[in-house]
Every structure is written in structure tokens, then in C-alpha cells.
């Protein structure tokens, strides 16, 4: 699979229709919030004797509110019925509701004009679930990030084109408000024919019976979520991170106008930077974690989050300019530490949002997918609504400013990564492997797709270097309990890194027969519970870099429970960094970033995985190549 197969989705029916239909609504909602905005800011004192921060905050209550009361019940839409079905309705219910928005613009109708702002947020509701409930269903495992991606460029992308146009077509001189009306229309129209390619995707569950008390619901769907540790975590993460974007992204006009003295040019400049930003990183997410979920860029796409939001305060002005044009910002070369401020934020943000859509889709149960992101759904509402609170809470009765709030908005990231991170260390231990074979290693993987995406199995490598277990590791997708030597397993610090990937120690029966009676106990449990092991039959780590004869650990575990083994070869290891001295060459020069293999065989049944057979199949798959 080439690094841009992510792009070869546009040219399928399967992607293609869904992807423009969701960012077709995305620009319209934005199009209409938007130009009402402008339309509340010019006409605000003279409506219902309102000011305009009352009626713009009043105007975002309105439009998420049905995110809190009814996800819960489109949710279990979502799964039970079939979802291109679904789509057409909605995106007719959109030409309806901009029907209504015309006519609230030409009555000059707020009420009218607020209830169409809340049937557009109840649009998105009922659609939240279809959007992230149909890319599993249509997309294979390896292509789910790359949609993802697309997905989340296609929709930012969609939202600055509409925070764009939205004033624009509010500002063109006319009678009432006819150009947002026809244009609103006319996107409407064109998203409904669009689903129309759509093609179909079967309902996941459709004996559910709906339940239709929106309450009891909604803490239903808040269960699924804690059913698995790492989806509720995962979607706290994603929840945190709408309210860090919400922080910084609706700071941004009044960051260009207060601080930077700027206009509504720049102010769109300063969004097309974050845009641009958040689709380049949710690009870039499908090469760096190859064409996989990959966990590990969640954490380095929290550290950037910081590091540049921090960084977004040293660089404002210390006192508000005045008179800045767009051309005048970019030709002061002190400008562009701002800039490469709010691109980096937003390519970090996709290295941080990307891989845990895709996470909460592959780890939660499809019969109830729908209803955990309807779940999602709700937390990300309620994580926004307090971001507005506490931006206002800041800028207000704290009397910070805009770039201490960033500063804040950075430090708390922080905290809440740490925090997270102690709760789920599988994120922090697949950044740490996945740094490792990206710098210090370039790893071809061969054969990744014998790797069964489920149920038990025993992996069996040679053993090169002390980094093999984080090299393998990095390299499958599923998380793999490692067998491990215990005096390795008790080094002081590490012993925290391998206690929480659930390594297994283990001895010999004459040094500790305890330990290694609990080590078989231990890889039974795993097995018996569809985990992956991981097992280096050699014993230790070769010294000369020729594979040792196998021990008949393998066969013990096989008695107990019988799983297929799937034969892995390390190669071009020997000799580098991490691995003994070679007594002929010493050690040979070390190089940054160098090439090395893993590659791995066909899976062995346990019926015929005695230890000579899974040698013999270790040896063929390494050759030569140490």
C-alpha cells in the first residue's frame, strides 16, 4: 500500500459520496452560524434589548443543546436501522430547515431564525453517529485512519470555508439576507444528491428496540463508554481536545483584533493557518502510524498542543497593536513565530484526534458502535460548553488576557495528558516504541497481515538485541504480553514500563520454580483471553548472532491451551546499538535511523508447532541476514 493510499478513497463509491455529503453539511451549518453571527453583532441592539455577547452565546447554547438531549436517542437509530437510508432523510430534513431559514431572513424573524439554528444542531446529532458508525463498515482495518483523515480535513476544511463565506454573503448589500439563503439552499440541495451514491450499509443491530426516554438513554450510552477502559479514555481524550480547540479556535477573531490590531482579513488568514494545520496533520497520521491505528501519535500530538500553545504566548505582543493589515503581519518577521504557532497547534491536533477516532471505532463493539460515539457525542457537548464558560470565566471576572489563556489552555493540556497517560499507559508505551523505531531504527515490516487482528495466538521471534520486545511491539498493532526474564523484569524504572504492558517474568525452574509456575499461569490467562503472547524460545539474546537451538517452553504452552504460532525473524539487528558485541567486527559503526527487518510467516496450527517445526520456520524467514 503506497503513503498516499489514503487519497485513492475519492475514486471509491464507498467513500467518495459520504465524504462530500458530511462536508457539505459541515459548511452549510457554518455558513448559517456564521452569517447569523454577523447579523447579531450588526442588528444586536435592537433585538429583544439583548447585547451581542447575550445573543452570540445565547446562539451557540441553542445550536449544541440538542447534542446533550438527544444523542443518546439517534444513537440507537444509528445502529438499528440501515445508514445511507438514514443520510438521504437527514440531508432532505437540511433542505427543509433552510427552507425555514429563508423564510426567518425574509420575516426578519429572530425566534424563527433560533429554532432553525436548533433543528441544524439536532441535524448533527442525528447524523454524529452515522458519520464515525459507517467509516468502519466501509473502510478496511488499514484503510481507517486514512479515512479518518479525510474525514477530519474534509470537515475543518468545510468549517473554514463556511466561518468564511457566512459574513461575506451577510454583507452583500440587499434588502434582507437573500444571498446566505440561496446559498445555504443550494449547499443543502447539492449534499442531498450527493448521498444519493451513497451506497448501502446494513444496520449493525436491528432487533434493538428503542428506547425512547432520552435520559435513561443517555446513561446508557455513558456505560458503553466505561465497558472498555481505553474506548472511555480514548473519548475523554477526543472531549478534551474539542475543548482545547474550542478555546483557541473561537479566541482567534478576538486574538486578531485585540492583540494583533488586525481586521477580518487576517482574521480569516489566522483560521486558514489552523485549518491548513489540522488537515495537514491528519494527513500526515496515515504515513506516520502506516496505514494503522497507531496510539503512539497521540501523545506527541499532546506534547506539541503545549509546546505551542505555550509558546503562542511568548510570541503575542506584550501591549495590543493597532493598524495591521494582512500583508503588514507576514512582512514582520516576528509575526511568523505566530504563525508557525497556530500551523503547528493544528498539525499536532490531527497527530492527537486522528488515531483516537479510529480507536474508539476498532475497540468498541459493532453492534453498539453508533451508540458509544453517540456517547462521544455528549461528552464532547458538555466539554465545549464548559470551554465557552471558562474562556468567559477567564477573560472576565479573572481578567486574563488572550494569550494567558492559551498559556493556561497549555499547561492544563499537560496535566490532562499526564493524566490520562497513568490511566492508560498503553498510549505512552506505543509513543515510546513508536519513537524508538522511527529514529533510532527505520523498520520494514514483511507480513504484517498474518497476524491474526483477533482471538489467541503465540508469536515466536529470534532474539538479537535488549530492544526487541519494544521493536515487535511497535511494530504489530495489537498490544503483545511479552515473556521476559524476571532479573530484566525487576531493573529499577523499567520495571514500571513492563509491569503496565503486562509483561510476564519468568525463570527457570532451578532458579525460581515459583516464578515459573506463575509465568505458565500467567501466559494461559492471556491466551484464555484472546491476548497475543509474545515468546524468544532461544532464552537469552544471541552472542554471536546466529540463532541458539529452541527450548520446549513452546510445546508447554501449546499442552495447556492450543493456539496457532505465528514465526517472526528479526534481521540486520546484529551488531547495532542494542545488541551484544560482535566478537569478529566489535560493534559495527552505529548510524542513526538505520534499516532493519522483522518478518513474519504464516501462522503454524498448534497441532503441528512442535519446537523443531517453529526453528525451522524462524531460520527459513531470517536467512542469512542477521
Sequence with gaps: MSAQSQFKLFRERRFMPFFLTQALGALNDNIFKNALAAL?????????????????????????????LFSALFGQFADKFEKAGQIRRIKLFEIVIMS??????????????????????????????IKYGILPQVLSRRELVGGNALIEMGTFVAILGGTIAGPLLAGVEASWPIWVSGAALAVAILGWLTSLAIPTAPAVAPELKINWNIFSETARNLRFLGKNRVVLNSVLGISWFWFFGATVLVQIPSYSQNILGGDAQLMSALLALFIVGISTGSLLCEKLSGHDVEIGLVPLGSIGLTLFAVDLFFASPDLPLSGTTVSSFFSHLGNWRIVLDLLMIGIFGGFYIVPLY??????????????????????????MVVSAGFAMLA?????????????????????????????????LLRFLTWVL??????????????????GAVLLAANHVSFVDPLIIGGSVRRPIRFVMYQGIYQIPVLRWLFKHSKAIPIASEKENPEVLARAWERIDEELAHEEPVGIFPEGAITRDGDIAPFRPGIEHILQRRAVPVVPMALCFLWGSLFSRRDPVYRRRPYKLWSRIELRIGEPIPAAEANVEAVEAAVRTLRGEDR
Design 40 to 68: 447579531l453583532v450588526f442588528k444586536a441592539s435592537s433585538l429583544m434589548g439583548l447585547n451581542t455577547d447575550q445573543l452570540v452565546n445565547f446562539s451557540a447554547m441553542i445550536f449544541i443543546l440538542p447534542f446533550f
Design 437 to 454: 523505531i522511527h529514529t533510532i531504527y527505520r523498520v520494514r515490516v514483511i507480513g504484517a497481515e498474518k497476524i491474526p487482528t483477533e
Design 395 to 427: 477573560l472576565g471576572s479573572m481578567g486574563l488576557s488572550i494569550p494567558q489563556l492559551f498559556l493556561i489552555t497549555g499547561i492544563l493540556n499537560l496535566l490532562v495528558a499526564v493524566y490520562i497517560y497513568s490511566l492508560v499507559p498503553e498510549f
Design 100 to 129: 425555514l431559514a429563508t423564510l426567518g431572513f425574509w420575516l426578519d424573524s429572530l425566534p424563527l431564525l433560533f429554532s432553525v439554528l436548533f433543528l441544524l444542531g439536532l441535524q448533527s446529532t442525528v447524523f454524529g453517529p
Design 358 to 383: 479510529a480507536l474508539v471505532q476498532q475497540r468498541s463493539e459493532p453492534a453498539h458502535r453508533s451508540r458509544v460515539i453517540a456517547g462521544n457525542n455528549i461528552l464532547n457537548a458538555l466539554f
